[in-house]
């Protein structure tokens, strides 16, 4: 059965520094997609940046980048130069080809410190 | 990229009485959408997936007399809380998706904002 977690309940980042958040999957597809999403306090749940896995090349959306390693279904998501406004939960998900549907990982609540 | 919307923001509603939730997709036919509901500070949890035109496909443990799902057009779904009871109070969000071409098709969900319900 596929299944998606998150490690890391909390993290805390300083203004302006780098942070990764982990996430591991498990699926018996080859070819599939990877998603975060964050949820800001308003609870608009927002599409962070997306990873096709037949793709090797990382995907990057400004400030956010992915390390995606498929043989170890690893897949973290970075944040650059951190802002006070990515203060917020961060979901991994998988949407299954299957049916559609998206498993979402537990979430890592994300604190940005002045 | 595609707007979900949801009807209301919030609601607060006495025991015994039922509510309804509206989630339409504005600018997209969603041939399929999703009823997820979370609690404080955890992970959304998928209750239910609608059709256009079918009956609803619950996840087990969600009583469907309780939730009831309508998707009466490609551009709007419904969720119906009965005889709501103060452990009904929650956040409730819906999804809408579109079919996606390219090398690996699948459904992208877009988001709705959610609705806060709450039961005195």
Redesign the interface.
Known sequence: AQTVTQSQPEMSVQEAETVTLSCTYDTSES???LFWYKQPP????I?VIRQ???KQQNATENRFSVNFQKAAKSFSLKISDSQLGDAAMY?CAY?M?R????I????T?LHILP | ?AVVSQHPSWVICKSGTSVKIECRSLDFQAT?M?WYR?FP????M?MA?SNEGSKATYEQGVEKDKFLINHASLTLSTLTVTSAHPEDSS?Y?C?A?QRTS???P????F?G??TRLTVL
């Open positions: 070819d599939y997609y308003s609870r608009q749940m599409l096709e896995a037949y979901f949407p080809n049916d559609d549907k998206i979402f990982g537990k979430g609540r | 990229g399929t999703f979370q500070k955890q992970s959304l998928l997936t956040f969000i999804s998706s390219g090398m690996v699948h459904h992208e969900q988001f904002p959610g």
